[in-house]
């Protein structure tokens, strides 16, 4: 295997955590997700984040000296003491309508239909949440949008393999099983 490092990142509900535990599978090497080290754990989950440095920290505990891994999410400007790890960065965009439709669906597996309908507990936190990331494609108020993810992956130092999250996951999947095979 030529490429060990593989960073796969995306907009919320792109696929980012689904394709990397498939490509970790795949190559049978260890998947690590990026929210799993941006938040403290909470219940209910993602509402109290790290200090960058404890994420950083972790990470380097966990895995980052390791000589093969694949890590989703997303670190734009915190992680970036991990670029010079990466052997390829994936990037998977998602057209907006599928994106929130997966979130929609996601949240309801998560919290319950009912605490996510109108009226119930997470309604709002939930809305707030699709709404954030709804803006992803054309907002600038976001933490992460297409602008500033186009902006970071162009100042990456590595092969960058662009994705249509649209795809069948072994579609997806086989692309960057072959990317890291590539000479």
Do not use: N
Not at 134 to 141: L, T
Request: aromatic share 8%; with cysteine; charged share 25%.
């Amino acid at each position: 295997m030529k490429t060990c490092c593989i960073h796969i990142t995306g907009a919320s509900g792109s696929g980012t955590t689904t394709l990397g535990r498939a490509v970790a599978s795949a190559l049978a090497i260890p998947h690590h997700d990026t929210d799993d080290y941006f938040w403290h754990p909470t219940e209910p989950p993602y509402v109290e984040t790290r200090p960058a440095v404890d994420r950083l920290r972790l990470m380097d505990e966990m895995f980052v000296p390791r000589a093969r891994w694949v890590l989703s999410g997303s670190l734009q400007g915190w992680g970036d003491p991990l670029i010079a790890r990466f052997d390829i960065v994936v990037f998977i965009h998602t057209a907006r309508d599928l994106r929130l439709q997966r979130l929609r669906v996601r949240e309801g597996l998560r919290y319950g239909p009912e605490a996510i309908a109108p009226g119930g507990a997470r309604h709002r936190d939930a809305e707030e949440f699709i709404a954030w990331a709804a803006g992803y494609d054309d907002g600038d108020a976001v933490s992460r949008t297409l602008a500033k993810h186009q902006a970071w992956l162009a100042k990456l130092p590595c092969p960058v393999l662009r994705l249509d999250g649209g795809e069948p996951l072994p579609d997806l999947v086989q692309s960057v099983v072959s990317a890291t095979r590539a000479p």
